[in-house]
């Protein structure tokens, strides 16, 4: 099996890195955080326990 030139590692390794670069910057921006200008504490507990599995 003949050997991968050392170019191609470098390409590899530069595709291999901008895709991990990209990934991470698009799952940060996906989700945008909601506004919490409002200071009722009902809104807070519901938004707290909206993340809770109902079994």
């Known amino acids: 099996m003949p050997q991968m030139a050392?170019?191609?590692w470098l390409i590899l390794f530069i595709l291999f890195s901008l895709t991990l670069?990209?990934?991470n910057i698009l799952n940060y921006y996906c989700s945008l955080p909601k506004n919490l200008s409002s200071s009722e504490p009902s809104?807070?507990?519901n938004s707290s326990n909206s993340m809770n599995?109902?079994?």
Do not use: A
């Open 53 to 55: 599995w109902k079994w």
């Open 21 to 23: 670069i990209l990934f």
């Open 6 to 8: 050392p170019i191609s």
């Open 43 to 45: 809104s807070l507990m």
